[in-house]
């Protein structure tokens, strides 16, 4: 994995007196990202369009200078910068060496003879986690493109019109600050989503000036500065076809040991984390089956129980001989390493803290590239949302009246933690509908509150109609009557991919780590959402995965209930954290000044302290304020 950054200057007339300065700043801005090997290539056109492309190189597959970027072919009108892991790139390669002489053992070249032969269409022939820029100097023209499920970032920046004078990129937005093109003013639309859901959802970002270029999207701009964005890939591809209950297994079965297998590619030792649960599991138990040597795994373990599964990891760990890893914390740890992982943000997020910490862990022991079994919830149900929304509609709002509803609720409230009530009181009240169950369930903070955060009343009203807009063009997307695979596509393509995927990328490569999915393999993902929901749904969490993976798995993980990968925030922000959190949450921000309201912020952290509400209100608000006073001020 890599850093990559560049701009475009379409004035011939606007070129900076150093104009090489902002692309080195881009750059020195990427260093922790790829500390092996630094490229930069100046471009000029006959038009006067002069592009700027950068790239920090983090080495994992061809270690020699052969990898070297930005990489040109032979007669330098075609040049390439990437962020990338292609798994089939020997399958590639073999597919275009009789049309191509190639230099190098590189997944880069092969990119670059893949875009030569088939342009924007070697994108549907692509397996793996990518970031890219190609420039294509016979057409003056910019490709840039971004994976299918959104593993690698990918953001940008226009300057002006749409028609503009300049266009950046790069692989984090704390490049595209540091470019020094970038207006600092917070994006109230960003703000709004993050304080829904404590993360930000694609193409907002934090920054007004900044986009994120979308999961499964590319963009193209010419050399007047006219751009366009198009999704290239859908995970619904084939229509669903009734099959077998033993076929269904089998496939699921091939297709994960199929991932695993092309993510085993590396030249630089190679680990797993283990958690002990399902998906981290399947991966270890693959991993062993083919491995000749143990392989390395690593998990974080709590003295609180109720948040420890290093007994769980151990005992998979033992199963299939493992090297084990066991990074035990404490609050006191958490508040020493805090300064160092909030600097390791490149955007704020409630999330991430914990990958961080285990990143660290495996980079000291000497990982470059470590497996992960994200996303394995999302595809098959391992979630609470998977049996709480249909319950939800099939039980308690069709058989409870709703004077008796609103009357436990008040009493809940009165009563108990607000949290849960208030979320059920929107229900009740009808302030969402249909599928918009979904985003109830994982909101931050409800609309009521979200309404009183903001110091702009009618700015956030403005906001809460344009993300019901944006809420029902993907819930749109979903398969109709299929509630299961309704939900799992909300949780893929709005959790996983705006929260999980980004925290996994940044605090990983912040040690430098590389980290894989195979549960995010696009084929795996396509064959899940091919199977009808009825097949996935037994009533009990991951169910057809526990059964396509039962020779593997031991009956005490396919029995274990899902405990969460989580700190016990809840404990430790009421003891050696509250003297970091409680001073940045009440002090003042100008950069917030008519955006976020300074006694709302207060009663959050008052309501905390009361046990009204649970530790990931505070928490967020306290990440952004860390967030926007380090890189804003």
Same mark, same amino acid.
């Given at each position: ?69 930005? @990489? ?26 009789? !049309? ?63 028609? $503009? ?49 979308? &999961? ?22 084939? !229509? ?30 190679? $680990? ?128 409870? &009246? ?17 949290? &849960? ?9 009808? !302030? ?66 705006? @929260? ?53 798995? &031991? ?33 003042? @921000? ?44």
């Amino acid at each position: 994995m890599c850093g990559i950054a560049g701009y475009i200057n379409f004035d011939p007339t606007g070129h900076p007196e150093n104009p090489g300065k902002a692309l080195r700043n881009m750059l020195d801005a990427l260093r922790h990202r790829g500390p092996d090997d630094r490229g930069e290539e100046l471009i000029q056109t006959e038009n006067g369009v002069t592009l700027h492309l950068g790239h920090q190189r983090f080495s994992i597959i061809d270690l020699t200078q052969g990898g070297h970027q930005p @990489m040109s072919n032979d007669d330098k009108s075609v040049w390439v910068s990437t962020n990338s892991e292609i798994y089939n790139y020997k399958e590639l390669r073999n597919e275009l060496s009789d !049309k191509f002489q190639f230099h190098s053992e590189s997944d880069t070249e092969v990119l670059l003879r893949a875009y030569e032969h088939w342009g924007i269409q070697c994108l549907d022939k692509l397996v793996g986690m990518f970031s890219f820029a190609i420039w294509d100097d016979k057409k003056e023209a910019l490709f840039i493109a971004r994976d299918r499920l959104g593993v690698k970032p990918l953001y940008y920046n226009i300057q002006g019109k749409q028609q $503009g004078k300049k266009f950046a990129f790069a692989s984090e937005l704390r490049s595209l600050l540091a470019s020094g093109f970038i207006d600092k003013s917070i994006n109230p639309t960003g703000l709004y989503h993050y304080l829904s859901f404590g993360h930000f959802i694609a193409p907002e970002t934090i920054m007004q000036s900044v986009r994120e270029l979308k &999961p499964g999207h590319y963009l193209w701009i010419d050399k007047n500065g006219n751009w366009q964005e198009k999704e290239y890939w859908h995970p619904f591809g084939g !229509k669903q076809s009734p099959v077998t209950s033993p076929e269904i297994q089998e496939q699921i079965k091939n297709s994960i040991e199929d991932s695993i297998r092309c993510r085993r590619v590396s030249d630089v030792p190679l $680990g797993a984390f283990l958690s002990g649960g399902i998906d981290s599991s399947v991966l270890v138990g693959n991993l062993a089956k083919v491995s000749e040597d143990p392989i390395t795994t690593l998990t974080i373990g709590f003295a609180e129980k109720p948040f420890d599964e290093s007994e769980y990891a151990q005992k998979i760990a033992d199963r299939f001989q493992t090297r084990h890893h066991l990074l035990r914390l404490n609050e006191k740890q958490l508040l020493q390493s805090l300064p160092s992982a909030l600097s390791a943000m490149d955007q704020p997020t409630m999330d991430g803290i914990n990958t961080y910490l285990i990143s660290r862990s495996a980079h000291e022991i000497g990982l470059k590239v470590v497996l992960s079994g994200l996303g394995g919830d999302e595809l098959f149900g391992g979630y609470p949302s998977f049996q709480l929304i249909p319950k939800l509609r099939k039980k308690w709002l069709k058989t409870i &009246p709703k004077v008796f509803m609103k009357w436990g609720i008040g009493l809940s409230k009165g009563l108990f933690a607000a949290d &849960p009530a208030t979320k059920l009181e929107h229900w009740v009240q009808g !302030k969402l509908s249909g599928a918009h169950e979904y985003f109830l369930i994982r909101a931050l903070f409800c609309q009521d509150q979200v309404l009183n955060l903001f110091a702009d009343r009618e700015r956030a009203q403005t906001e809460i109609e344009k993300d019901y807009q944006r809420t029902q063009r993907l819930i749109a997307k979903c398969p109709a009557n299929d509630l299961f695979n309704q939900i799992s596509y909300l949780e893929t393509f709005h959790y996983l991919q705006n @929260m999980l995927l980004r925290d996994v990328d940044m605090m990983s490569m912040a040690h430098p780590l590389e980290v894989r999915v195979p549960f995010m393999d696009h084929r795996l993902v396509e064959v899940m959402f091919r199977l009808p929901g009825k097949e996935k749904n037994s009533g009990v969490a991951k169910s057809l995965l526990t059964s396509s993976m039962k020779s593997l798995l &031991p009956e005490s993980v396919q029995r274990r209930k899902k405990m969460g990968f989580t700190f016990p925030f809840e404990i430790w922000m009421r003891g050696a954290l509250r003297s970091e959190i409680e001073p940045v949450l009440l002090s003042s @921000m100008k950069q917030l000044d008519g955006l976020l309201s300074k006694n709302s912020v207060e009663k959050v952290w008052n309501d905390f302290l009361a046990r009204k509400i649970s530790w990931s209100r505070p928490w967020a608000l306290y990440v952004l304020k860390s967030w926007i006073n380090k890189n804003l001020s």
